[in-house]
């Protein structure tokens, strides 16, 4: 059974700054990766994703995979009080239809 | 404008009542799913409808069924309903039935069972 694990469970950072989000995975097979954000009383939307071993950035938002680690990472440069949301990291491997969630790190920005 | 749609968003029955959740896509998607969503669990997955009539048991099917009878419709019972299946539900749908599919949620339905 797949265990992904995020760190923290919660963060508050000033509007500006660079937050780093983590999500490790148990399942060396793994081969999909994603993170969603909610916002509160919202349905997930999905950020972004990454499927090899690297780093890929959009606008703002830059995801780390390492998957030797069993890691990848959410960064956020400039955060902005529109970022404060719920963020869920999700793993899925070839073959298996279910995406395994991580809890979730609730981010908050103080402007 | 592509929507995954759930319907009721706040619902509150009685313990041993029947509930019914329903969800709708209109993105013509294969794939649908029902989550529910509990404080420090995080996402897990209940049941999985790869097309109409055509469902997967996901991790916690017990004390659920579900419907789809047409593709943009999946529907989510709970017969008999439990104070522990209180939670917030969450339908979801994919394009195609392979696990790169980036999901696409609903609002969720907030369920209190008293």
């Known amino acids: 059974q797949q265990n992904v694990q995020q760190s923290p469970e919660s963060l508050i950072v000033p509007e500006g700054a660079r937050t780093s989000l983590n999500c490790t995975f148990s399942d060396s097979a793994s081969q999909y990766f994603w993170w969603y954000r909610q916002h509160s009383g919202k349905a997930p939307k999905a950020l972004m994703?990454?499927?090899?071993?690297g780093e890929k950035e959009e606008g703002r938002f830059t995801i780390h995979l390492n998957k030797a680690s069993l890691h990848f990472s959410l960064h956020i440069r400039d955060s902005q009080p529109s970022d404060s949301a719920l963020y869920l990291c999700?793993?899925?491997?070839?073959?298996?239809?279910?995406?395994?969630f991580g809890k979730g790190t609730s981010l908050t920005v103080i402007p | 404008d592509m929507k995954v749609t759930q319907m009721p968003r706040y619902l509150i029955k009685r313990m041993g009542e029947n509930v019914l959740l329903e969800c709708g896509q209109d993105?013509?998607?294969?794939?649908m799913y029902w989550y529910r969503q509990d404080p420090g669990l995080g996402l897990q997955l209940i049941y999985i409808s790869y097309d109409v009539d055509s469902n997967s048991e996901g991790d916690i099917p017990k004390g659920y069924r579900v419907s789809r009878k047409k593709r943009e419709h999946f529907s989510l019972i709970l017969d008999s309903a439990k104070t522990n299946q209180t939670s917030v539900y969450f339908c979801?749908?994919?394009?195609?039935?392979?696990?790169?599919?980036?999901?696409?949620f609903g609002s969720g339905t907030r369920l209190t069972v008293l």
């Open positions: 993105m013509s998607h294969e794939t």
């Open positions: 994703s990454i499927f090899s071993n």
């Open positions: 979801a749908s994919s394009p195609g039935q392979g696990s790169a599919e980036t999901l696409y």
């Open positions: 999700a793993v899925s491997m070839p073959g298996y239809q279910n995406f395994y």
